[in-house]
């Protein structure tokens, strides 16, 4: 874990040892966190290590979107207002109800102890569609998209034309799209959003910093691969025999990843619903 200055403002972690990527901007009078990833412990580092490269004291985190790996660090920013569009709030609310860590779960993946001592905390603040956050000659747009999830935001810095687009991009990575509110017509038009933004500078979901480039290659795997679904449905491919298909087209080297096997699947099986669903009304 390193916290990296990209920005004059504007710092990340893209290690991915906290899983998800974390950042901050900071602002005339207080900073914002961006995102707090699946560990306390990650969390509790990149604030101590940030602690020490600002002047002003951390008052607020915003959250991207609600999976695991963006907001269960949470708790090491209690003390600030929590903030997240309004779909994202009730999503932490069932996941509050439903999760459980299983044996299972500690097996294969034992680094998930320290999920034990978990305090899901909860956004404090939430909006619609869109929040800014002024201070000073600074201001912080955030803007709820959907695509990834229904909640998912963007956080943009026009200042330094920062983006952080949590998981609308997974920097050179075959992305997870797997998710039941997963809408690939709405990631498609925040991409397209990000292309019309004046960005020089990308922090992903997940992967390293990015820029307008790594826009344009998702762009065009979504626009391929959600034809390539809409003429097997309308050919009367099952779901099953869309998840055998073997000409999709290449986007980055995901049968190589470990788990990358079940990101494809679980990306292409919840595009086939959703468009299935589609071609029905
Ligand atoms: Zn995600």
Request: with cysteine; glycine share 6%.
């Amino acid at each position: 874990m390193k916290v990296h200055q990209i920005g004059n403002r504007t710092f990340a972690d893209t290690s991915g040892e906290g899983r998800g990527n974390i950042g901050a901007i900071e602002l005339q009078n207080y900073t914002v966190i961006i995102d707090s990833t699946l560990f306390p412990s990650t969390a509790t580092t990149f604030r101590q290590s940030l602690e020490t490269q600002i002047k002003s004291p951390i008052r607020k985190l915003v959250l991207t979107h609600y999976h695991a790996d963006h907001v269960f660090g949470n708790q090491v920013f209690k003390d600030c207002e929590i903030i997240s569009s309004v779909q994202l709030l009730h999503r932490m609310e069932e996941q509050a109800r439903t999760f459980e860590l299983r044996a299972s779960d500690l097996k294969e993946r034992p680094e998930l102890a320290e999920l034990k001592r978990l305090e899901m905390t909860l956004p404090t603040m939430t909006f619609e569609k869109t929040m800014s956050l002024r201070d000073g000659d600074f201001v912080i747009e955030i803007t709820r998209v959907g695509g990834h999830t229904e909640g998912s935001s963007f956080v943009y810095f026009p200042q330094e034309r920062i983006l952080f687009s949590g998981d609308l991009i997974f920097a050179k990575e075959f992305p997870w799209a797997g998710d039941a509110t997963c809408d690939p017509q709405e990631w498609m038009s925040a991409l397209n959003l990000f292309k019309e933004l004046d960005v020089e500078t990308i922090v992903p979901g997940h992967g390293s910093i990015c820029d307008k480039r790594e826009i344009d290659k998702y762009l065009e795997f979504f626009e391929e691969t959600t034809a390539v679904i809409r003429d097997l449905i309308d050919k009367g491919f099952t779901k099953r025999e869309v998840l055998q298909y073997q000409d999709f087209p290449r986007f980055y080297t995901y049968e190589r990843r470990k788990g990358a096997h079940e990101r494809r699947s679980e990306t292409f099986a919840r595009w086939y619903d959703f468009y299935k669903q589609g071609s029905k009304e």
